[in-house]
């Protein structure tokens, strides 16, 4: 089945803990991305990635890290989380970006909660 | 700073009414727009939207692209409590960089 799994699916942890968030991918898309959704602010773009070894910011990157070292896998470190950091993560990813193929799939979520 | 706009924030109809979302952006090199519906989980695809693509039409519900007032539609005809749920809006830029609107939470009743 084509998917976006995502692990794990919550995560409540300390302030300053580093953390890492997987993501993984099985359609072969080279476009993935990492967002946050919290209440009143919507779906907000941390990074994303064109390609191995081709990651950019999105829009609100301070305090995270991403790698693309594989096709498949995109995943997202927490170096020294806080509480500004609680927050529901989505991972997506789509086809290459030609012509119509910008549909994203997402990933279930990963509730994270910084105490 | 590109930027993306959905009105109106929240709706609350009958079963039976056609609603009328409505997404502006104002984004560097447009290359998409995409609609999304959003229950208690992930988004899920409704429609994407491009220059070449402009008008999209699924069952009750369909899109429209107005290029020339960077704007968007999302009509719902003959809602049903199914249809409860945040719509989102988001356009795809320049280097495929992706802003989403904060939605719009549509409450159908019965």
């Known amino acids: 089945e084509a998917q976006v799994t995502q692990n794990p699916r919550y995560l409540i942890t300390v302030t300053g803990k580093k953390l890492t968030v997987t993501c993984s991918q099985n359609m072969n898309h080279e476009y993935m991305s990492w967002y946050r959704q919290d209440p009143g602010l919507g779906l907000r773009q941390i990074y994303y990635s064109m390609n191995v070894e081709v990651t950019d910011k999105g829009d609100v990157p301070e305090g995270y890290k991403v790698s693309r070292k594989e096709k498949r896998n995109f995943p997202l470190i927490l170096e020294s989380p806080s509480p500004n950091q609680t927050s529901l993560y989505f991972c997506?990813?789509?086809?290459?970006?030609?012509?119509?193929?910008?549909?994203?799939?997402f990933g279930p979520g990963t509730r994270l909660t910084v105490l | 700073e590109d930027k993306v706009v959905q009105s109106p924030l929240s709706l609350v109809v009958h079963e039976g009414d056609t609603v009328t979302l409505n997404c502006s952006y104002e984004?560097?090199?447009?290359?998409?727009l995409l609609w999304y519906k959003q229950e208690k989980k992930a988004p899920t695809f409704l429609f994407m939207l491009?220059?070449?693509?402009i008008e999209k039409k699924s069952g009750r519900l369909s899109s429209i692209l107005d290029k020339k007032e960077l704007s968007s539609i999302l009509n719902i005809t003959a809602t049903q409590t199914g249809d409860s749920a945040i719509y989102l809006c988001a356009v795809v830029g320049g280097y495929q960089k992706v802003t989403f609107g904060t939605g719009t939470k549509l409450q159908v009743i019965p």
């Open positions: 984004v560097t090199n447009f290359r998409s």
């Open positions: 997506a990813s789509s086809p290459p970006g030609r012509g119509d193929y910008n549909e994203q799939f």
């Open positions: 491009t220059s070449s693509g």
